[in-house]
C-alpha cells in the first residue's frame, strides 16, 4: 500500500548537534511538507517542496533545512541554531489538484533535547 | 492569508451523546475545507471535505459536518459518540499560493468521551 514512512519514530538529540529527520513516500506525489506541532498550538508550517531540486520556507523555518534530490524523499534537518527543538514533527504530501486533494500524513517523528 | 479558529480546545462529552466541534474559517472566496483526526502520537487522517455542492458533507466513522457561507464555519458533528472517538481534531482550509497548495490548520480540538 502506498504511504509515507516518517523515521524514526522516536529521537532524542543532546544540545548542539544537527539531526535528520527522514520522510519517503511511495504515493508519487510532487508536494510535500514539514509540519511541526506543539500542544495547543497546532500545525506550523516549517517548509515545503513542489518539485524535486526546489523548496521554500515556512512560517517557522529558522533553525531548520530541508533537499528534495528526489521525488520520493523530502528529509529535515533540525539543526542547532533551532532554540527549542522538541516536538513532533509531521511530514506530508499532495498531488497536484488545486487544492482539493488534501494532504497524506506520515506517523509522525517525535524529538526530544537531553 | 486565510486562517482557521476553532472555538474550542478541549470537548468532554459522555459515550452515545452527540458532539458538535466548531470551525470558523477567514476567507470570503470559494474555499476547500477539511477536517483531520489524530490519535495519540500517530499522524492526521482525513475525516472529511468540502470541495462544493452539497453543504453537508459525510466522512468516515460517523461524521458529517455542515459548510456554512454566511457564517464561514464548517462545523464537525456526529450524532453518537464512542470511546475510540478520543482524539485530537483539526479544521483546515487550503490555499494556493504562487501555484502551491497549502493546508492552514487551526489549532486543534481535544475531544475526550468519558463512559
Known amino acids: 500500500d502506498g504511504g509515507i514512512t516518517q523515521s524514526p519514530k522516536y529521537l532524542f538529540r543532546k544540545e548542539g548537534q544537527n539531526v535528520t529527520l527522514s520522510c519517503e513516500q511511495n504515493l508519487n506525489h510532487d508536494a510535500m511538507y514539514w509540519y511541526r506541532q506543539d500542544p495547543g498550538q497546532g500545525l506550523r508550517l516549517i517548509y515545503y517542496s513542489q518539485i524535486v531540486n526546489d523548496f521554500q520556507k515556512g512560517d517557522i523555518a529558522e533553525g531548520y533545512s530541508v533537499s528534495r534530490e528526489k521525488k520520493e524523499s523530502f528529509p529535515l534537518t533540525v539543526t542547532s541554531a533551532q532554540k527549542n527543538p522538541t516536538a513532533f514533527y509531521l511530514c506530508a504530501s499532495t498531488t497536484p489538484g488545486g487544492g482539493t486533494y488534501g494532504y497524506t500524513f506520515g506517523s509522525g517523528t517525535r524529538l526530544t533535547v537531553v | 492569508a486565510q486562517s482557521v479558529t476553532q472555538l474550542d480546545s478541549q470537548v468532554p462529552v459522555f459515550e452515545e451523546a452527540p458532539v458538535e466541534l466548531r470551525c470558523n474559517y477567514s476567507?470570503?472566496?470559494?474555499?476547500?475545507l477539511f477536517w483531520y483526526v489524530q490519535y495519540p502520537n500517530q499522524g492526521l487522517q482525513l475525516l472529511l471535505k468540502y470541495l462544493s455542492g452539497s453543504t453537508l458533507v459525510k466522512g468516515i466513522n460517523g461524521f458529517e459536518a455542515e459548510f456554512n457561507k454566511s457564517q464561514t464555519s464548517f462545523h464537525l458533528r456526529k450524532p453518537s459518540v464512542h470511546i475510540s472517538d478520543t482524539a485530537e481534531y483539526f479544521c483546515?482550509?487550503?490555499?494556493?499560493?504562487?501555484?502551491?497548495?497549502?493546508?492552514?490548520f487551526g489549532q486543534g480540538t481535544r475531544l475526550t468521551i468519558n463512559p
Open positions: 483546515a482550509v487550503s490555499e494556493i499560493i504562487q501555484g502551491a497548495q497549502k493546508l492552514v
Open positions: 476567507s470570503s472566496v470559494s474555499v476547500y
